[in-house]
């Protein structure tokens, strides 16, 4: 099989793709956390929200179960 070989600006620009989509995802994970931040004047009560996300979970198992 023939090796791929990438030019010096291919390498720059997979680089430079790579770390927007980091900073992208970083950009997420601070918006989501932001939510909880005792800063935030409407944070969320993160007891609360976890417990909704429990009862979904349970929900989707149970919809899967019937699906067996």
């Known amino acids: 099989?023939?090796?791929l070989k990438l030019?010096?600006?291919q390498v720059?620009?997979?680089k430079?793709?790579?770390l927007i989509q980091d900073l992208m995802a970083t950009g997420t994970v601070?918006?989501?956390l932001w939510n909880y931040h005792p800063e935030?004047?409407?944070k969320k009560d993160i007891v609360n929200e976890y417990n909704v996300l429990?009862?979904?979970q349970k929900q989707i198992e149970e919809e899967l179960a019937e699906l067996k």
Do not use: L, V
């Open 1 to 3: 099989m023939k090796e």
């Open 7 to 9: 030019t010096e600006e």
């Open 12 to 14: 720059q620009n997979n």
């Open 16 to 18: 430079k793709s790579d």
């Open 30 to 32: 601070m918006d989501e």
């Open 40 to 42: 935030n004047p409407d």
């Open 54 to 56: 429990k009862a979904i």
